[in-house]
């Protein structure tokens, strides 16, 4: 006979899962009619506990026949769920971009700006030799 409390973990555990999906974290995509999806992006935290125990008697374990042996059991389990937005994705014909949910700080913004100003730098390169090749 399984004790107690891995039934009671698989109960909760079993919740949890029904609460929380890979829709949760990376939402239903959006189409807009410019050929655009949009993609809500969230961060999940989860927290669980269970706990329990058996009672005993003043001279030690009860005693008793099966399938009661492993009884009297008490226990409990719990669980918190935290949704947080982070952004959204938007996703076009010629860019990827991520639009966060909340202000930034200038470093933030910084690492955001790097991709386009790398891709900035690199055309001005390419373009500069692409004009020396025509010359």
Request: glycine content about 12%; aromatic content about 4%.
């Given at each position: 006979?399984?004790?107690?409390?891995?039934?009671?973990?698989?109960?909760?555990?079993?919740?949890?899962?029904?609460?929380?999906?890979?829709?949760?974290?990376?939402?239903?995509?959006?189409?807009?009619?410019?050929?655009?999806?949009?993609?809500?992006?969230?961060?999940?935290?989860?927290?669980?506990?269970?706990?329990?125990?058996?009672?005993?008697?003043?001279?030690?374990?009860?005693?008793?026949?099966?399938?009661?042996?492993?009884?009297?059991?008490?226990?409990?389990?719990?669980?918190g769920i935290s949704?947080?937005?982070?952004?959204?994705?938007?996703?076009?014909?010629?860019?990827?971009?991520?639009?966060?949910?909340?202000?930034?700080?200038?470093?933030?913004?910084?690492?955001?700006?790097?991709?386009?100003?790398?891709?900035?730098?690199?055309?001005?390169?390419?373009?500069?030799?692409?004009?020396?090749a025509l010359q």
């Amino acid at each position: 006979m399984e004790h107690p409390i891995g039934n009671m973990m698989k109960t909760t555990m079993e919740n949890i899962k029904e609460m929380v999906d890979v829709n949760t974290v990376v939402g239903e995509p959006i189409f807009s009619a410019n050929n655009m999806t949009i993609i809500p992006i969230s961060r999940v935290s989860v927290g669980f506990l269970a706990g329990g125990g058996d009672y005993q008697s003043e001279k030690g374990r009860m005693k008793l026949t099966p399938p009661e042996e492993l009884m009297p059991f008490a226990g409990g389990s719990g669980a918190g769920i935290s949704v947080q937005p982070v952004g959204f994705l938007v996703v076009g014909p010629d860019h990827v971009k991520m639009l966060p949910a909340q202000s930034l700080t200038v470093a933030d913004r910084i690492v955001e700006l790097l991709p386009q100003m790398l891709g900035d730098v690199k055309n001005m390169f390419t373009k500069g030799e692409q004009e020396e090749a025509l010359q």
